[in-house]
């Protein structure tokens, strides 16, 4: 099929008009764009020129009678009770065979042009193909952009078969031509992103190729878990906000096609991450968080605390903190951190729960080697449960005059910020000290006997480790 089309590619006379480039803004966020057809490095349409249209079917350009080495591959696919079952009819599997050997045409004159057909090329190509036909189940990789955050490290093992790496320029540009803009996803934000979250523990049933693209663009409720396990140990472990824009699956040594001369991936779009990010004055240079190199342990360490830790009420706590971090509505905001802070902290929900959830807080912020005070723990609780009372009861003031308005909406940015806090610091606790996840035990061992003044103290400001 090569050799059939090899005329054709070499008379391909148009050039395509949305293969992507990459600039690096002056923060360090990649930024994409097209490279037209007008210019000279523009790359050749093979695509087109083998098909013969767009709408035409694979190899449309081609002699009818140069099609029938690929109704080979399609019988064999029919016949071999290995593969028959992921099509309808014998029709079905003689499209599929087409479809493949045009797609790995293409990828060898994508890579390699039209000069004298070399082998080692051709088998560098087809056997990804062949993983692809043949094998049952199809390893792939979960990857996920991390938003606005530079990582100092290249590569670093989470677990072992989790990492934060950077992304490689044929992966950005991969990602990039993969961008729809859909649901509401910012182009420009999904690109600001350097490094990626990976996890290489998945695999998919073999199925026909166009099933399985549809399967692949529509992410589990497992792979949604995985992601939110990692981005809330990212904001405990360092105060991160980011986020996410696009979800990637990127096939393990195996393709049922590719764009270009870009490595083969599956992409989706999903909004998750802080309203902040689409608006252009969040593109300035203080906008990018660093993560150095000394916080990636904590991390680690924290994100395998966070996947051993199944209890369902922690499970909610840490959802409740990713969605606090990425709310629009400071008032949602307060509400889900509190209600993660209770989940974790309310035990039998007997008598009194407000106060003795004060009093947890403020029993853990023992634990945290100073970094909380306890007596201002318990301040500031009362305070972040006064305003809860004023959002869920309407107590609050009915005056409206602009000046009452900015104030309460200072008001409740500060007190978002309090909340999160406290409830990063909760979790943290609890996923460092597992005896404390039941609530008895704070009582019995960290406020019975060792009374917590409740009056003016010296109050220690410093925070969770993180970013400054």
């Known amino acids: 099929m090569h050799k059939a089309s090899l005329p054709f590619a070499k008379r391909a006379m148009t050039k395509l008009s949305h293969y992507p480039e990459m600039f690096i803004r002056d923060n360090k966020m990649p930024s994409f764009g097209e490279i037209g057809y007008w210019r000279e490095d523009a790359k050749r349409d093979f695509d087109y020129a083998i098909s013969g249209t767009i709408l035409s079917g694979p190899f449309g350009a081609l002699p009818a009678e140069e099609l029938k080495a690929c109704d080979k591959l399609g019988s064999m696919m029919w016949e071999t009770p290995a593969t028959r079952h992921r099509f309808e009819s014998e029709w079905d599997a003689n499209y599929e065979a087409k479809h493949l050997i045009e797609n790995a045409v293409k990828r060898y004159f994508d890579l390699y042009g039209t000069e004298d057909y070399d082998p080692h090329h051709a088998w560098s190509v087809v056997h990804h193909f062949i993983v692809a036909v043949t094998q049952e189940a199809l390893q792939i990789a979960l990857a996920v952009p991390i938003l606005m955050h530079h990582f100092e490290a290249d590569r670093f093992r989470l677990d072992d078969d989790s990492y934060i790496i950077r992304m490689r320029k044929p992966l950005q540009l991969?990602?990039?031509?993969?961008v729809f803009g859909f649901g509401g996803v910012s182009k420009s934000v999904i690109?600001?992103?350097?490094?990626?979250?990976?996890?290489?523990?998945w695999s998919i049933r073999n199925m026909r190729s166009t099933q399985l693209a549809l399967r692949l663009v529509d992410p589990s409720d497992a792979t949604f878990s995985t992601i939110d396990e990692f981005f809330a140990a990212l904001r405990i472990a360092t105060n991160a906000t980011s986020g996410y824009a696009?979800?990637?699956?990127?096939?393990?040594?195996?393709?049922?096609?590719?764009?270009?001369?870009?490595?083969?991936?599956?992409?989706?779009e999903h909004r998750r991450y802080p309203s902040d990010y689409d608006s252009s004055l969040f593109w300035s240079n203080d906008a990018v968080r660093t993560i150095p190199n000394e916080l990636l342990p904590d991390v680690r360490d924290i994100y395998k605390q966070v996947r051993s830790a199944k209890q369902n009420n922690m499970e909610l706590a840490l959802r409740r903190l990713n969605t606090c971090v990425t709310r629009d509505d400071d008032v949602d905001a307060i509400l889900d951190a509190i209600i993660g802070i209770e989940l974790l902290l309310s035990g039998d929900r007997t008598d009194s729960i407000t106060y003795k959830l004060r009093m947890r807080v403020a029993g853990l912020a023992k634990l945290t080697g100073g970094r909380f005070n306890a007596a201002t723990a318990f301040s500031?609780?009362?305070q972040l449960y006064s305003t809860r009372s004023d959002i869920v009861h309407g107590n609050?003031?009915?005056?409206?005059?602009k000046d009452i308005e900015d104030k309460k909406r200072s008001q409740y940015r500060q007190h978002r910020e309090m909340a999160t806090k406290y409830l990063r610091m909760v979790l943290q606790t609890l996923l460092e000290h597992s005896r404390y996840r039941n609530p008895s035990n704070i009582d019995s061992?960290?406020?019975?006997n060792f009374g917590i003044s409740t009056g003016t103290e010296q109050v220690d400001q410093a925070d969770?480790?993180?970013m400054q």
């Open 174 to 178: 991969s990602r990039a031509a993969n």
């Open 396 to 401: 609050a003031s009915k005056k409206r005059n």
């Open 464 to 466: 969770l480790p993180g």
């Open 380 to 382: 500031d609780m009362s």
């Open 246 to 268: 696009q979800v990637l699956y990127v096939p393990r040594g195996w393709a049922y096609g590719y764009k270009w001369d870009l490595p083969a991936l599956y992409s989706s």
């Open 191 to 201: 690109g600001s992103a350097t490094h990626a979250f990976v996890n290489t523990r």
């Open 445 to 448: 061992d960290l406020l019975i």
